[in-house]
């Protein structure tokens, strides 16, 4: 049984691998080049198009958009398995219009466009390839917290379908978003990704006073600046979780 608990507890886990992911990411410069587009012979478009589209064909081959929690960055004319989904064992959690709900085209327009730029150095050292591996770490984990949102929703539903029943059938957007705002919750979410990203991003010595990650007090031996990972989830994560959860919500009782 999927409930709020252990959805809750999955979010938070969460939470750590996109911190590790960006820290990850901060260890290589700019790099601009790999996001511009190619002029090497037979590549459509920017090198890390190419990498990630070649990336995905590899994991779908493997099964792994198999799983409601994966969701590919370029889905069409993906490869079916090689290898045999192993049969159900329990009835689906989602209802099947799930899979209509996919929010990667912004989530790679945001993450390049005006994430990046905020916890990278200018630069290119030429590790286009390393940058390019973390970059799909980053933008994988990003996609799998925000289209959790679908489990979040259904749970929700499951829980007070006689409070959700009425937007849903009205395909009421602003009265569902009401219902899956609490500002209070999300402070708290800002305040604690913001913390680990302070603890997890120090260089350890036992023989110096620990530094602050973040804003104006970073020091030089921190990773990336702690207020990144705030505003990410404040002017990101959870907005784009919710649009998930009232995009899925308005098809929940689709025939």
């Known amino acids: 049984m999927i409930d709020l608990e252990r959805v809750r507890k999955s979010l938070i886990r969460q939470e750590d691998s996109i911190v590790f992911s960006l820290i990850e990411r901060a260890k290589f410069p700019s790099n601009s080049s790999l996001y511009k587009s190619s002029e090497i012979p037979g590549l459509d478009g920017s090198l890390i198009h190419y990498i990630l589209k070649e990336t ?5 081959k493997i099964g ?12 069409d004319g993906l490869p079916l398995p090689l290898i045999p989904t192993p049969p159900a064992k ?3 959690f989602l209802h099947a219009a799930a899979s209509a709900v996919n929010m990667n085209s912004t989530i790679w327009k945001f993450y390049l466009e005006e994430l990046l730029p905020l916890f990278t150095k200018e630069g290119d050292d030429g590790s286009y390839a390393c940058t390019a591996a973390c970059d799909i770490n980053c933008l994988q984990a990003l ?5 959790y949102g679908k489990f979040v929703a259904e749970v929700k539903f499951r829980d007070a379908p006689e409070e959700y029943g009425p937007a849903i059938r009205a395909q009421d957007r602003d009265a569902l978003m009401k219902l899956l705002t609490f500002t209070d ?11 680990k990203a302070m603890i997890f991003s120090q260089e350890v010595n036992i023989n110096e006073k620990d530094g602050d990650c973040n804003g104006s007090n970073k020091q030089q031996n921190c990773k990336i600046d702690a207020s990144v ?10 907005p784009l979780t919710k649009l998930v959860q009232v995009e899925y919500l308005l098809r929940r009782l689709d025939k």
């Open 56 to 60: 995905e064909i590899l994991h779908s």
């Open 64 to 75: 792994r958009y198999e799983s409601p929690e994966e969701h590919p960055f370029f889905p």
């Open 90 to 92: 329990s009835p689906e």
């Open 143 to 147: 996609s799998r917290r925000i289209h």
């Open 185 to 195: 919750v999300e402070e708290m979410v800002k305040k604690r990704v913001e913390k």
């Open 229 to 238: 990972l705030s505003r990410l989830y404040g002017e990101w994560v959870m």
